[in-house]
């Protein structure tokens, strides 16, 4: 009977020993574990920042591409417009030499005709630059120069007017859409 208590007693302490071990084991196998894990989390913190920059950079990228996209084509034409403002141009010469004339046109039916089916161009033209976003720049004598709008030709020295207002309007400017199309081509007082 004391072999079966004896086998008990080892079996008790080899079992004992071995939870000590098992324990001191599990001890240290938390402690590489808590480490790997930490390592583990500190990985996917990274490729989730990782992730996160680069996903808000190719949204950044389309958002820039989508825009530059729509402005190709919202202005697409502008050269096009730019190189029409020559017509328009020489339509305002004419309509401007008329008032000299004024009395020969009004005694010829057919010159009367020729001239209002130029002012009827005219008025389709600047119908057509309307309503694909070309608009003229008003500007008057005596508006303070702005350097976005206006290019200054010359300066003159005006008592009229204050230092940096226009005094004269030698050419029409015009926007497309919200951009410049062409300047104003204005003179521009100075003080004496």
């Not at 894990?37 to 990985?43: I, S």
């Not at 030709?153 to 007017?161: A, G, L, R, T």
């Amino acid at each position: 009977m004391k072999n079966k208590e004896e086998g008990v007693n080892l079996e008790e302490q080899v079992k004992s020993g071995e939870e000590v071990e098992v324990s001191e084991k599990s001890d240290e196998n938390s402690e590489s574990e808590k480490e790997a894990q930490a390592d583990l989390l500190e990985q996917i913190n990274t490729l989730k920042d990782t992730l996160l920059r680069k996903t808000a950079e190719s949204e950044n990228l389309r958002k820039r591409l989508e825009k530059e996209k729509d402005d190709a084509v919202k202005y697409a034409n502008k050269n096009f417009a730019r190189d029409l403002l020559a017509v328009l141009d020489n339509f305002e010469r004419i309509n401007g030499n008329i008032a000299s004339v004024k009395g020969k046109i009004d005694a010829d039916p057919n010159l009367k005709a020729y001239f209002d089916g130029i002012a009827i161009c005219e008025k389709e033209l600047l119908s057509t630059f309307q309503k694909y976003g070309i608009s003229r720049i008003e500007v008057s004598a005596g508006d303070i120069f702005n350097h976005e709008l206006h290019q200054a030709m010359c300066e003159v020295e005006d008592d009229n007017h204050p230092a940096g207002a226009v005094v004269k309007v030698f050419q029409t400017g015009y926007k497309y859409h919200d951009r410049l199309l062409r300047p104003v081509m204005v003179s521009v007082s100075k003080k004496k």
